[in-house]
Nanobody
Framework: VQLQASGGGLVQAGGSLRLSCAASGRTFSSYGMGWFRQAPGKEREFVAAVSWSGGTTYYADSVNGRFTISRDNAKNAVYLQMNKLIPEDTAVYYC????????????????????WGQGTQVTVSS
């Protein structure tokens, strides 16, 4: 699976952005999909994940209620709608794919994910 993230940019605090991740491969619909982010000087952290069917989603506490992850299996794409952005959301955002699915505690760890895309920069100005 190859992943290509896009949609990052510069936005003012309180604004919105929608990230997209296009995936190659005919088995996209069988993968769990997720978003991680890495701010300068910090470790990469989990943001959100969605199961293969879209029926189960997980969110980090820091984004819950502001971000929404979704997927379109017909288009081999996963999205991250980010609303009410704050400067602390500034980071490089990465999409990831996992061949399996499991619990929130499992999938918030890097080790659960099998494929990673390149990042897209999100900068939120105050």
């Amino acid at each position: 699976v190859q992943l290509q993230a896009s949609g990052g940019g510069l936005v003012q605090a309180g604004g919105s952005l929608r990230l997209s991740c296009a995936a190659s491969g005919r088995t996209f619909s069988s993968y769990g999909m997720g978003w991680f982010r890495q701010a300068p000087g910090k470790e990469r952290e989990f943001v959100a994940a969605v199961s293969w069917s879209g029926g189960t989603t997980y969110y980090a506490d820091s984004v819950n209620g502001r971000f929404t992850i979704s997927r379109d299996n017909a288009k081999n794409a996963v999205y991250l709608q980010m609303n009410k952005l704050i400067p602390e959301d500034t980071a490089v955002y990465y999409c990831a794919a996992a061949a399996g699915w499991g619990t929130f505690s499992e999938f918030r760890r890097d080790s659960a994910w099998d494929y990673w895309g390149q990042g897209t920069q999100v900068t939120v100005s105050s």
